[in-house]
């Protein structure tokens, strides 16, 4: 009697873990975590991504850190007098 309920128990968690297992499955088969690319359009987000990368680096350089500080104290200042 108790080996009975002992099987009748093992085979309930066994058919809980398989549909466990197989939602997990659809739900990774339905939403990949990566993507593959054609090596065309690598090409086009790699020229892409170094254009953004050179817009990026070219603005740095003419990025101003006093003049942002200066600017961002001023609205810290008109905001703090708004309230």
Known sequence: MMADALVYGIVVIL???NIILLMLY???KSNPYYVVYDEETKSALKRRVSSLKEDLESEL?????????????ESIDEEVRNL
Request: glycine content about 0%.
């Open 26 to 28: 659809y739900s990774a």
């Open 61 to 73: 350089i003419d990025f101003d850190v006093e003049e942002w500080e200066k600017t961002l104290e």
């Open 15 to 17: 058919i809980i873990l």
